[in-house]
Nanobody, 125 residues
């Protein structure tokens, strides 16, 4: 599976961005999909995840109420809607896929086999 992330950019605080992650290749299997955030000097950490069928989502406390993850399996694409952005949201955002046909959304980077290339989000104050 190949993942292509897009949609990052520069935005002022309070603004919005929508990230997209398009999957190609072996997309016939069931995958949980997640977005991870990594800022300089910090480890990559999950911000949001969604099960293969979209039936369950996870959102980190730091972005709850501001970020929304969704997916369109017909388009093999996962989205991260980012609203009310804050300067501390500045980071490189990576999408990732893990085989999971259940309601399990993996939390750790080691549990994900496939990664996109990352897209930079910069929020100015």
């Amino acid at each position: 599976v190949q993942l292509q992330a897009s949609g990052g950019g520069l935005v002022t605080a309070g603004g919005s961005l929508r990230l997209s992650c398009a999957a190609s290749g072996r997309t016939d299997s069931r995958y949980a999909m997640s977005w991870f955030q990594q800022s300089p000097g910090n480890e990559r950490a999950i911000v949001a995840g969604i099960t293969w069928n979209g039936g369950r989502t996870y959102t980190a406390d730091s972005v709850k109420g501001r970020f929304t993850i969704s997916r369109d399996n017909a388009k093999n694409t996962v989205y991260l809607q980012m609203d009310s952005l804050k300067p501390e949201d500045t980071a490189v955002y990576y999408c990732a896929a893990a085989r999971s046909g259940s309601s399990w959304i993996p939390s750790y980077t080691r549990e994900y086999a496939y990664w996109g290339q990352g897209t930079q989000v910069t929020v100015s104050s």
